[in-house]
């Protein structure tokens, strides 16, 4: 079964200052990984999705995560934020089972609140 | 390209009440998802549809949820009777197909308030 850890309830950072959000996840095979940004009143918006290949991975608005296997990590990063950054920030992971059959669905983390003061 | 409509957005009943919430994907999406986001949680999957079909419905509470999508496009979801427990936001979201890698595309969401 999979599951996602995200590590923070809460973030507080400062206007251009640098944010790690970190996400854990659990899975026994394959596993696709994605972030999602949720800013007040609106549905879920994909930030960035890592599939295969490299492992660094960027999305849109200035973000970047790195998939680590070894430590079944996928830590979501950005350099310098901003105001606008304020939102809420989920962890989700897809993924095949033992057999290769697409699971389809995602099984997303508790969410991390990002809130940057100026 | 018009995004993933949902209707209500925002909707307020009595315990014991039912519900529907409407949710039309975006065109050609062939899979379609309702999620349940419970305040402070991550959405959960309730049911997942391939076209007209269920693929996935082990986390819906059949003795009071309902959903159908019966011309594979557009979807509802029904809850009767409604519990407390009830109360939270429920997301639509679509796909191009069903595979994992498939980018989902969510609706605003439906905030349903159980008193």
């Known amino acids: 079964a999979q599951s996602v850890t995200q590590l923070d309830s809460q973030v507080p950072v400062f206007e251009e200052a640098p944010v790690e959000l970190r996400c854990n996840y659990s899975?026994?095979?394959?596993?696709?990984l994605f972030w999602y940004v949720q800013y007040p009143n609106q549905g879920l918006q994909l930030l960035l999705k890592y599939l295969s290949g490299s492992t660094l991975v960027k999305g849109i608005n200035g973000f970047e995560a790195e998939f680590n296997k070894s430590q079944t990590s996928f830590h979501l990063r950005k350099p310098s934020v901003h105001i606008s950054d304020t939102a809420e920030y989920f962890c989700a992971v897809s993924g095949n089972d033992a057999g290769g059959t697409s699971y389809g669905k995602l099984t997303f983390g508790q969410g991390t609140i990002l809130t940057v003061h100026p | 390209e018009a995004g993933v409509a949902q209707s209500p957005r925002y909707k307020i009943i009595e315990k014991r009440q039912s519900v529907a919430f409407w949710c039309n994907p975006i065109?050609?999406?062939?899979?379609l998802y309702w999620y349940q986001q419970i305040l402070g949680q991550g959405p959960k999957l309730l049911i997942q549809f391939q076209n007209n079909g269920v693929v996935d419905d082990s986390q819906l509470p059949k003795d009071r949820f309902s959903a159908e999508r019966l011309k594979g496009v557009d979807s509802t979801l029904k809850i009767q009777p409604a519990k407390l427990e009830d109360s939270a936001v429920y997301l639509c979201?679509?796909?191009?197909?069903?595979?994992?890698?498939?980018?989902?595309?969510f609706g605003p969401g439906t905030r349903l308030t159980v008193l």
């Open positions: 979201a679509s796909s191009l197909r069903r595979p994992s890698y498939n980018e989902q595309f």
């Open positions: 899975s026994s095979v394959s596993v696709y």
């Open positions: 065109s050609g999406h062939a899979t």
